[in-house]
């Protein structure tokens, strides 16, 4: 059984930075993609950047350039660095997996960034 667990997330400034880490256990096959989504409030879940365990990256057009994803594939670990945060990056941040066809959900991380 897989699972997703992410923390990080936080109450900040606009304009801080936090670092989501999403922790997978189970068994993990490669290649696999791992992405971020995230959902704020009364709106559709979304996208925000994505990794293939080879570490091709992409990201949400809202977020380029200020955020980064990153993995360790020997430690079943995917990041998030969220820099020049803004308020409309406020919202649930959550961990996907697609494991081979198998897709797996972490929980969510609160975001809330006050102007």
């Known amino acids: 059984q897989v699972q997703l667990v992410e923390s990080g997330g936080g109450l900040v400034q606009a304009g801080s930075s936090l670092k989501l880490t999403c922790a997978a256990s189970g068994t993990i096959f490669s290649p696999n993609y791992m992405r971020w989504y995230r959902q704020a409030p009364g709106k559709q879940r979304e996208l925000v950047a994505a990794?293939?365990?080879?570490?091709?990256?992409n990201y949400a057009d809202s977020v380029k350039g200020r955020f980064t994803i990153s993995r360790d594939n020997d430690q079943n670990l995917v990041y998030l660095q969220m820099n020049g945060l803004k308020p409309e990056d406020t919202g649930v941040y959550y961990c996907?997996?697609?494991?081979?066809?198998?897709?797996?959900w972490g929980q969510g991380t609160q975001v809330t960034v006050s102007s």
């Open positions: 996907h997996l697609n494991n081979r066809g198998l897709v797996y």
């Open positions: 990794t293939t365990s080879d570490g091709i990256t």
